[in-house]
């Protein structure tokens, strides 16, 4: 059984900065982050391969978003950057733990999700 807790949302004015946070017990693979606003589909931020060796990125956030993992923590971070009123959504964290991992955007591929941490950027 794996758990996964995000923090670290919150309000930040346009060009701020936050760190996303996501504690995890049990074991993964591949983890990402997505975010979602109201009743869309769930959007790929980015991913992270077991030894940090894949890091993918949505095309909307690249140059402005670094995803890590600190495995000895059991923590997986996101520190997004230059934020935009359109990065404002739910951010989940995303776990595989069967090591199947194809399409790192596609959200029915991960097999743990946590409750997601808001994050508006507001002027």
């Known amino acids: 059984q794996v758990r996964l807790v995000e923090s670290g949302g919150g309000l930040v004015q346009p060009g701020g900065s936050l760190r996303l946070s996501c504690a995890v017990s049990?074991?993964?693979?591949?983890m990402a982050w997505f975010r979602q606003v109201l009743e869309k589909e769930r959007e790929f931020v980015a991913g992270?391969?077991?030894?940090?060796?894949?890091?993918l990125y949505g095309d909307s956030v690249k140059d402005r978003f670094t995803i890590t993992r600190d495995n000895a923590q059991n923590m997986m971070y996101l520190q997004m950057n230059n934020l935009r009123p359109e990065d404002t959504a739910v951010y989940f964290c995303a776990a595989d733990v069967d090591k199947l991992l194809v399409r790192w955007s596609d959200a029915e591929e991960y097999d743990y999700w946590g409750q997601g941490t808001q994050v508006t950027v507001f002027s």
């Open positions: 049990g074991h993964t693979y591949g």
């Open positions: 992270i391969g077991l030894k940090s060796i894949t890091k």
